[in-house]
Nanobody, 124 residues
Framework: QVQLVESGGRLVQAGGSLRLSCAAS?????????MGWFRQAPGKEREFVAA???????YYAGSVKGRFTISRDNVKNTVHLQMNSLKPEDTAVYYC?????????????????WGQGTQVTVSS
């Protein structure tokens, strides 16, 4: 049974940093063509944050590029999202996702599996 479990979300002040983790079970992350992070703020649609392809390349939303970094730890079967210079507008529930085919990385429909999410709150 494939499962993705996010952790690391909490309340942080603006300008601070957080590292989110997504632990995968039931399948090794190296077999996923793409791993991604999305977020959803209250009253808004889920939006793409970052993606990592199995061959090593990464892709970021413009709003987080230069501040966030996605990485894979194949030994621990975990994907991380390092978030620096956090802003109040980064407040959202963050979701980890995994896809088995190479499709559009910013489209939620490209992913086959999703975690339950972890809350990130950035205070001003």
């Amino acid at each position: 049974q494939v499962q993705l479990v996010e952790s690391g979300g909490r309340l942080v002040q603006a300008g601070g940093s957080l590292r989110l983790s997504c632990a995968a079970s039931g399948r090794t992350i190296s077999t996923y063509v793409i791993m991604g992070w999305f977020r959803q703020a209250p009253g808004k649609e889920r939006e793409f944050v970052a993606a990592s392809w199995s061959e090593g390349s990464t892709y970021y939303a413009g709003s987080v590029k230069g501040r966030f970094t996605i990485s894979r730890d194949n030994v621990k079967n975990t994907v991380h999202l390092q978030m620096n210079s956090l802003k109040p507008e980064d407040t959202a529930v963050y979701y980890c996702a995994a896809g088995v085919r190479t499709l559009s990385p910013s489209s939620a429909g490209s992913y086959n599996y999703w975690g339950q999410g972890t809350q990130v709150t950035v205070s001003s």
